[in-house]
């Protein structure tokens, strides 16, 4: 988990970048056209990166959950995040 917990973290801090640049842009009366371009690529990197917490998710707590008996709470967290998602 540490190895991907420092990715995460590497990637957090990209788009925390992308973000204040999106700022910057704003604020500088950057051309519509090239803000959305940015917000889509700060989108897709945050998309990324639920898609990676949820697979060490599933493939960590998950299965752990599962060997203990807690199958219930499983599925609810799953279903929870597959809601939250479709949104």
């Known amino acids: 988990m540490n190895q991907i917990k420092t990715k995460l973290i590497q990637r957090l801090k990209i788009v925390e970048g992308q973000v204040r640049g999106l700022q910057d842009m704003l604020s500088s009366g950057e051309y519509c056209i090239d803000l959305i ?51």
Do not use: F, P, W
């Open 37 to 87: 371009t940015q917000t889509s690529a700060v989108k897709q990197a945050l998309s990324s990166i639920e898609d990676a917490l949820m697979e060490n998710h599933l493939s960590t707590c998950v299965v752990d959950q599962m060997r203990r008996g807690k199958e219930g709470k499983a599925v609810k967290e799953i279903l929870k995040v597959y809601g939250l998602k479709r949104k």
